[in-house]
């Protein structure tokens, strides 16, 4: 006789507190030669790489590669547009991300910041482990409910999540505020044994 069963999908969630800063800046040049739009993006880069010297050994800055394209204007080229992406992260302090802001905001370049939780992997644990207590609990409730004694568990099946970064909120740096909320979430599917009572 087929054994029955029962599964349980449980998800849990908390908020904590960001702990890391990742800003994505990117520089650019155009000119009507495409020698001369690399030259004009090299030299922001190069305000840029100066800019940050201030920040060595607390923010970490990783420059990419250079992308080259035509610039149209009416279905005709006029010119090239070179362009230098640069990313920099660094542990979540207001004093720091204020002054990184500060020497950002002197450069002629787009850029934009988010925060994020790097975990340890003990927060994760936390969760899971609350994950299954919950999901246990829920089918110790159903079980009662439905008259059938909770057996043994027969499968964990772990459903990984990925959180995306928060975006800076304009008062995210204000006086007096708080480092931004992250929401973290765990999710697991557990199926148990069943039985008559």
């Keep these: 006789m087929e054994q029955k069963s029962m599964t349980v999908t449980k998800s849990v969630s908390a908020q904590v507190s960001a702990n890391k800063v990742s800003i994505t800046a990117t520089v650019t040049g155009e000119s009507k030669k495409s020698s001369a739009a ?5 030299g922001k880069a190069a305000e840029l790489v100066d800019a940050f010297k201030q920040f060595d050994g607390v923010v970490e800055l990783c ?12 279905r005709k080229a006029v010119g090239y547009r070179a362009s230098r992406t640069f990313s920099a992260s660094f542990a979540y302090d207001k004093n720091t991300a204020v002054k990184v802001l500060d020497a950002l905001g002197e450069l002629p370049i787009e850029w934009r910041i988010a925060f994020s939780f790097d975990d340890d992997g003990s927060e994760r644990k936390r969760l899971l482990r609350r994950a299954v207590t919950e999901a246990k609990e829920d089918a110790m409730e159903i079980a009662d409910a439905a008259g059938v004694k909770l057996g043994e568990l027969v499968k964990v099946e772990y459903a990984p999540s990925y959180d995306r970064p928060v975006m800076l909120r304009a008062a995210s740096l204000g006086e007096g505020s708080a480092p931004e909320q992250i929401s973290l979430s765990e999710a697991v599917v557990c199926t148990w044994e069943i039985a008559s009572r």
Excluded: L
């Excluded at 690399?38 to 090299?42: S, T, V, Y």
């Excluded at 420059?63 to 009416?74: H, K, L, R």
């Design 38 to 42: 690399i030259e004009f993006a090299d």
């Design 63 to 74: 420059a990419g590669g250079i992308n080259v394209g035509a610039v149209y204007a009416d």
